[in-house]
């Protein structure tokens, strides 16, 4: 998905002056997970390259082991053994810690095979909904039982197959729902064909599209439908690019702060929709210069932010990473359309307004929007909720408000395990370069 078209491309002059090329942003976790999909769905042997390596990649990798698929992990390379045909076992157990993409991708691909395969998740992964996908599932022909909740967590999976055919998707909650069986499409005996009557996050699937034509199939869409073929998946060599939801927490520090940072590997060439949260920092002031394999933000004099009002449907998972510098600003930051960050790891919009009122910070709340005034935050402890995201925005919001702590900085281990020191690295590089 190109992003150049709102973003200033910076000459060469311009980036050179760069003070500090920032290689710490580890593979994207949408990414990896979907490459993972399709690796163990393809046919012959899939290389990975620099794959995310944390609780949400590792969980996924485990949950495909328990299901029969050959995995082997390196530094920087996993080679997966795929099949087309469903996973091997014929009976399995699968923990998906808190990872929704493996809640909710791994259950689809069991469904392609033949067996009894059961799901479970945390506490916190179990609060999820699955429901619009389970029923798609059912609309197919897949036997499966919600053993508890109907809707989520606990799962079991009575596979024989899936026919394929036509189905009709709800994917307002999650556009996860909509990649997982667009994904699993080529699996069927007829492919597929979806219907989607909402559609939230809708970058996510260009994601999945874009990735699936590097595994050799292409997806037909036609307004609000999409067409998958039956046809096998072909093994490839694929190098996972950098996360850029995770590069948000730096380029906000850079806005923040009036420094510079640049990371390697997100450019106008990236597959990753939250990259579009630099354009979010350049309507605040920054200037944010965009290149075929990397982005720069220069945050302007002294950090000094506008406020804005911006609809981040599409991006809803950099939603915290701008509540958190949104106080700095010089006017209020309105943040719309984001229901679904209601239903995350935990419900993000409260979480927000929570810390943010913490801090000392004016908000006002809505179903789908919040609205934070300027105000300088005070020293405050932070609520994490468990929240990787939350951990990470304002640990943002602590660069220039000393005495913020958080009550669990360890959950970032879901998509960063080493994004503290990463943080301490740069300011301490920045605060050296002064």
Not at 167 to 195: K, Y
Not at 327 to 349: H, M, Q, S, W
Request: aromatic residues 6%; negative net charge; contains cysteine.
């Amino acid at each position: 998905m190109p992003l150049n078209e709102d973003l200033p491309r910076g000459d060469a002059e311009y980036l050179s002056q760069s003070c500090f090329q920032f290689h710490e942003v580890p593979g994207s976790k949408s990414v990896t997970a979907r490459a993972l999909f399709l690796a163990a769905a393809a046919r012959g042997t899939t290389v990975l390259r620099m794959p995310l390596v944390s609780d949400d990649s590792l969980g996924f990798a485990e949950g495909l082991a328990a299901l029969g698929y050959r995995l082997e992990r390196e530094p920087d390379r996993w080679t997966v053994e795929g099949r087309v045909r469903g996973p091997a076992a014929e009976e399995a157990s699968v923990f998906c810690r808190d990872g929704a993409t493996t809640a909710r991708f791994l259950p689809v691909l069991a469904a392609a095979g033949r067996g009894v395969f059961r799901f479970d998740a945390s506490a916190q992964m179990r609060r999820r909904p699955l429901g619009p996908l389970t029923r798609a599932l059912r609309d197919l022909g897949v036997t499966l039982v919600h053993q508890e909740r109907e809707d989520h967590h606990p799962l079991t999976v009575h596979a024989d197959g899936i026919k394929g055919g036509h189905v009709t998707l709800d994917a307002g909650l999650s556009s996860q729902f909509l990649t997982a069986l667009l994904l699993v499409g080529p699996l069927s005996e007829q492919g597929l064909t979806i219907t989607v009557t909402d559609l939230v996050s809708a970058p996510y699937v260009d994601i999945t599209v874009a990735m699936m034509e590097r595994f050799g199939v292409r997806v037909q869409r036609d307004g609000n439908t999409f067409t998958v073929p039956a046809q096998p998946y072909t093994a490839t060599d694929y190098t996972i690019e950098p996360d850029a939801s995770t590069a948000s927490y730096f380029l906000a520090a850079a806005a923040l702060t009036g420094h510079r940072v640049t990371v390697p590997g997100l450019g106008s060439g990236s597959l990753q929709g939250d990259l579009r949260f630099a354009q979010v920092l350049a309507r605040m002031g920054a200037h944010v210069a965009l290149a075929e394999d990397h982005v720069t933000v220069t945050g302007a004099p002294g950090g000094r932010l506008a406020g804005i009002t911006v609809n981040m449907r599409d991006i809803s998972d950099t939603v915290p990473t701008l509540a958190a510098i949104a106080p700095f600003a010089d006017g209020p930051v309105r943040i719309e359309d984001v229901y679904n960050t209601r239903i995350k790891e935990c419900d993000r919009l409260e979480a927000c307004a929570e810390n943010l009122r913490a801090l000392g910070v004016p908000v006002h709340i809505g179903r789908d929007w919040i609205e934070i005034h300027p105000s300088r935050p005070r020293p405050a402890h932070i609520a994490c909720h468990d929240d990787h995201r939350i951990a990470m925005a304002f640990s943002i919001t602590a660069l220039r408000t000393p005495g913020i702590t958080l009550d669990n900085p360890g959950c970032v281990k879901k998509t960063f395990p080493g994004f503290h020191r990463a943080l301490n690295d740069l300011r301490t590089i920045w605060h050296r370069d002064q």
